[in-house]
């Protein structure tokens, strides 16, 4: 059974003025022409090499980090591989303003902690520690002690998944 | 979906959801199988075969070695289990769903093809999902869903003589913008929707997804459900939303006549109106006609008008690919086949070719392409410049060799 919290810093992905990435799609994470790799070790060296300004992301990110990104993260391909990378790097997870469906849905079903919190600009700075709790569905950031609740809320569902290490572990 | 479960359901709640159809295409496939082996064990069996289909569509025939082998993990393991396949020379998955009666109003189907909302063009719940999704739909027979908002559009308007349901579709594109349904189920209604055939009616559904809904939902007229009825065998009744559907918004566009329109370079939603591209002189080095988004017989028939006393330009060339194999073969039997060739068409197998990169060859740095298909992102279909527009406009412009206006010929 899976910690049931989630606690890691944070990694915030900004752009030059300091706002966090929106639209950062599934080629920008994981690009297509590593969509042949399907052992984790390898994906985990590809994680945002066609992000401009995070080529060097797997480089810099500490193990335990949580993503943390703006809007629309995930959008374009089903690619697995786009929610893979970051288990294999070992992220805490991703935390974004929002996240595509089907990236959304491809987080849960692998078991990697993701939350959406809409009016997150701005409130999470590099290296803050954040907790994410799947009993209370709730994400802490305690470098100033906020209590953050996504929304939309951590379903049931998405609970009993990531309890369980994964859909395909369901019974 | 609350008909489905026999109880009421609301927006955000999340369910599971049982599948009528669970299919998976060659692009994801073996990486299904993959999944559902080291979950539930070499020999495992799936919830029920006689439910769940192979598609063979993206790479059809398979062009590269590694297509070619995730296929054959794919008839291995469906042979082993007794589930269909339909291999390379059937076409495109989700118009096999519809031409076989398999997507049926009200019944659920999904797929690792992100374009399967195109089943609410018969009514019935489409939805494209990840490898880990489908082997576990493979085991179980259901997904969870969060059960979307729905947005009510109602579009007023008339198709102008020489526009279609691709004009239409751009135009409603264009309205919503990439993420203007993002998430969302949407229900179309309105005079210029009922009168779509069920190909224009594919159209308009297949370009949800550009729009990011999850759910497109055209309630079929008589006319499609006739259709339906004899494809499967049993008459079929239509969908209504229930009269207490609760929208979260609700839309009303005035298209007013709508004229042929036309998506520039590199996304769906910038579209203008094909006279106003036109004008500028834009010169084209191919066409294309084909996608799940206009690869129809009636699509062929409609391009095809354009070329009728005419032919395709020197230096210019046009690619064809019917959706399936019903639609090849009705084009042959038609004549269209013969016909096109003698206008100078190249004439592909069905399938996905000309939209999933490489099979009827990409397009080149400075290239410029025009074609029915339903996304034109950079580097998409090649290094080239690729416009997004109707079958009557790509057959006109190859003709001219220059983005033109179609005649008015029906
Ligand atoms: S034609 Fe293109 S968009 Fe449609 S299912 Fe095939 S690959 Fe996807």
């Known amino acids: 059974m899976s910690q049931m919290r989630v606690t890691g810093s944070a990694f915030p992905l900004v752009d030059a003025s300091g706002a ?11 690009h297509n022409r590593w969509l042949h790799i399907t052992e984790p070790s390898q994906m985990a060296q590809h994680a945002f090499g066609n992000l401009e300004g995070y080529e060097d992301f797997t480089a ?13 993260f995930g959008a374009g391909s089903s690619r697995q591989q786009a929610v893979e990378c970051f288990k294999a790097l070992g992220c805490a997870g991703v935390i974004a303003r929002s996240v595509a469906p089907i990236y959304l849905r491809n987080a849960i079903n692998t078991a990697l902690p993701i939350a959406q919190m809409p009016d997150l600009a701005g409130a999470i700075e590099l290296g803050d520690e954040l907790v994410l709790d799947f009993a209370t569905g709730t994400v802490t950031n305690l470098r100033p002690g906020q209590v953050h609740v996504p929304t939309p ?19 | 979906m609350s008909a489905k479960l026999g109880r009421p359901v609301a927006a955000s709640e999340v369910i599971w959801l049982p599948q009528d159809v669970v299919t998976a295409r060659d692009f994801g496939g073996a990486n299904v199988i993959k999944n559902f082996l080291a979950a539930y064990g070499e020999n495992a069996d799936v919830f029920d075969a006689e439910r769940i289909r192979f598609t063979f569509d993206c790479n059809a025939p398979a062009n590269t070695a590694g297509y ?31 031409e076989q009666g398999l997507a049926l109003p009200g019944l659920t189907a999904i797929g690792t093809d992100s374009h399967y909302n195109i089943l609410g063009a018969v009514g019935a719940l489409g939805q494209g999902m990840g490898d880990v999704d489908i082997a576990y ?67 308009l559904a297949s370009m949800a997804t550009e729009m990011s809904a999850v759910i497109a939902l055209i309630p079929p007229e008589a006319s499609v459900l006739e259709w339906l009825a004899e494809r499967a065998g049993v008459p079929t009744e239509t969908i209504t939303a229930d009269p207490d559907t609760q929208y979260i918004e609700e839309v009303t566009l005035d298209l007013g006549v709508i004229e042929p329109m036309i998506a520039e370079p590199y996304s769906p939603t ?13 010169r084209i080095d191919t066409g294309f006609i084909g996608s799940c988004t206009n690869g129809r017989f009636e699509d062929f028939s409609e391009g095809y008008a354009q070329l009728e006393d005419g032919s395709i330009v020197a230096g210019v060339t046009l690619k064809l690919v019917p959706a399936t194999r019903e639609v090849y073969g009705q084009m042959l039997s038609e004549g269209l086949i013969e016909r096109f060739f003698q206008a100078g068409a190249l004439i592909h197998n069905q399938g996905c070719g000309g939209c999933a990169a ?53």
């Open chain 1, 20 to 30: 966090l990435l929106d639209n950062i799609d599934t080629d920008m994470i994981f």
């Open chain 1, 60 to 72: 810099r990110v500490e193990p335990g980090s949580w993503v943390v990104v703006g809007r629309n």
């Open chain 1, 153 to 171: 809320a951590i379903s049931r569902v998405q609970v009993e998944i990531y309890r369980a290490g994964g859909l395909l572990n369901l019974q």
């Open chain 2, 68 to 98: 070619a082998t995730n296929q054959q993990i794919c008839r291995d393991f469906a042979r082993l289990r007794g589930i269909r396949v339909h291999d390379v020379d059937a076409g495109i998955g989700s118009h096999l769903l519809i």
């Open chain 2, 137 to 203: 739909a493979f085991r179980t027979g259901q997904v969870w869903f969060e059960v979307p908002a729905t947005v009510r559009v109602n579009i007023d308007g008339q198709l102008g003589p020489n526009a279609s349901a691709k004009d239409l579709t751009l135009a409603v594109v264009h309205h919503f913008g990439s993420g203007g349904l993002l998430g969302r189920a949407v229900e179309f209604y309105g005079d210029v929707v009922e009168t779509l055939d069920l190909p224009g009616r594919i159209t």
């Open chain 2, 270 to 282: 910038r579209v203008r109106p094909v006279s106003a591209v036109a004008g500028e002189g834009v």
């Open chain 2, 358 to 410: 490489g099979q009827v060859g990409m397009t080149g740095e400075g290239e410029v392409q025009v074609s029915t298909s339903n996304r034109n992102f950079r580097g998409k279909q090649g290094a080239g410049r690729t416009y997004l527009a109707s079958p009557a406009t790509v057959a006109a412009s190859v003709r001219a060799g220059r983005i033109t206006v179609p005649e008015v010929r029906r």
